[in-house]
């Protein structure tokens, strides 16, 4: 009987707990910084607004029932693209056309305040991010003409540097240190195009961006950035991850670190493996590439066909909690967020399957014994907090 009565208790602490954490989260506003679909759109021409379950980590459904609220959606392209400005363009036409058709679940916004009421309306609000400064071809008024089709982030480069900035994975390149241009930072256009973001209210990403124009752009820009899909170096030491002093430093411009899902930035014993997995079926990836898969495209086919292994190669969920709690530790509650790259990696933690786990970052974190306040301000609050102040 007492036995009984103690599972009874339990079972009952624990449904308390899980209405706590459910409650937490359908009532915080989460923003995701980063998610890579309209690549998706673009190279296997999938649709938003159709079930892409089991193909895709996320669509429209999906992301309604994981809780998000507000979406940047990425317009990528690589440093090999011809007429970036128009690929953009026709990225950003795609969302539209998403929107268009579902003018009930989902709207574009350009301000704060329009944010909010979408939010408040229950329907996801939906933003944009270029990631790679390439995309506006040098032209200022591209970049403006960005701004006005409601793109509220640019990072700065992707992997390739752009004449203007050099990126994490050239300054790191072995052979940087023979070519200083590998690591110029921010050139004096550069800085130009830094303040022009600021005057006209577009956050500055850093996600990307080496460790030199890193610096130069926390002294030049005016307002807080953002490093929209980054994570931890202390944790897992990847050029595209942040060491303590840019933390302290974002944290000190009032920016937002919003955390990347990307097993190989979570995990640092990951990129042996995956190197070694991707060593080991190169002459498919690189057959499925002459045959004119984007590279990209390529590899990801080869983790389907091969997920017996690629899945073993996921880092553990809890990995993911360690570097949102890490920046907590070093700098405060107010600098960190969620940016999962979803859609544009290969390989998130286990247990973050897709789009519909959200809930288990808000379990997690609530089992740790956050408050809602600060839970708040991880899921998003801290990121709506940056977007305001740039505006
Ligand atoms: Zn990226």
Not at 156 to 162: H, K, M
């Amino acid at each position: 009987m007492k036995t009984k009565l103690l599972l009874i208790s339990l079972l009952a602490a624990l449904q308390l707990s899980a209405q706590s954490y459910q409650k937490i989260h359908n009532k915080a506003i989460l923003v995701d910084t980063h998610n890579d679909f309209l690549t998706q759109t673009m190279e296997k021409n999938f649709v938003f607004d159709t079930n892409l379950k089991g193909k895709t980590h996320s669509d429209l459904s999906r992301m309604k029932e994981g809780g998000v609220d507000v979406q940047f959606f990425s317009v990528w392209s690589d440093g090999e693209q011809v007429n970036p400005y128009a690929f953009a363009n026709r990225q950003i036409d795609s969302l539209d056309a998403v929107i268009s058709r579902n003018p009930d679940k989902i709207v574009k916004v350009a301000t704060s305040k329009e944010l909010l009421k979408t939010v408040k309306q229950k329907k996801i609000a939906a933003l944009i991010g270029v990631e790679g400064g390439h995309q506006f071809e040098n032209d200022l008024g591209k970049l403006e003409s960005l701004y006005n089709r409601d793109v509220r982030y640019i990072s700065l480069t992707w992997n390739n540097s752009t004449p203007w900035a050099t990126s994490a994975a050239d300054e790191t390149n072995p052979d940087g240190a023979k070519n200083s241009e590998d690591k110029k930072g921010l050139t004096a256009f550069g800085k130009q195009i830094v303040q022009k973001m600021n005057s006209l209210g577009m956050m500055v990403d850093v996600s990307h961006s080496g460790e030199q124009t890193f610096y130069d752009v926390i002294a030049t820009t005016k307002k807080p950035i953002i490093a929209s899909h980054s994570s931890v170096y202390a944790l897992c030491p990847h050029p595209r991850n942040l060491k303590d002093d840019q933390i302290k430093a974002i944290a000190k411009n009032g920016g937002v670190i919003q955390i990347n899902f990307n097993s190989g930035f979570i995990d640092p014993t990951v990129d042996n493996r995956e190197s070694a997995f991707l060593e080991k079926h190169k002459s498919e990836i690189d057959s499925l590439a002459q045959a004119g898969l984007h590279p990209f495209i390529a590899q990801e086919s080869i983790y389907v066909k091969y997920a017996d292994e690629s899945q073993q190669l996921r880092a553990p969920f809890e990995m993911v909690i360690q570097h949102i709690e890490y920046v907590i530790n070093l700098v405060g509650v107010d600098y960190v967020g969620i940016g999962s790259d979803f859609d544009g990696i290969f390989l998130p933690p286990k247990q973050l399957d897709d789009v519909t786990d959200y809930p288990l970052i808000t379990k997690a974190l609530f089992e740790k014994g956050y408050s809602e306040t600060a839970i708040d301000k991880i899921l998003g609050g801290n990121l709506l907090r940056v977007l305001k102040a740039n505006e």
